[in-house]
């Protein structure tokens, strides 16, 4: 945390919104993935889940400022 409000030029109090945003989507796609790995298996959405997260893993580090973070996360 304290290195994206460093990289970003930020208070360590904006930065944390960019963990809410994460924590957020995490929640949401926790829900949505279980229905799915229910239907098509769980090692299917698994494997898609966390080729999602590499990729936009890699992108976040390109992030800009605080909205593409947030964005990249979500």
Do not use: Q
Not at 36 to 65: E, Q, V
């Amino acid at each position: 945390m304290i290195n994206i409000a460093k990289d970003l030029n930020l208070k360590l109090t904006t930065a944390a919104i960019s963990v809410t945003a994460y924590m957020l989507a995490f929640g949401v796609f926790t829900i949505l993935f279980g229905p799915l790995g229910d239907r098509y298996g769980k090692t299917k959405i698994i494997n898609i889940a966390a080729f999602g997260t590499a990729i936009f893993s890699m992108l976040g580090a390109f992030a800009f400022n605080l909205p593409s973070l947030i964005f990249l996360e979500l």
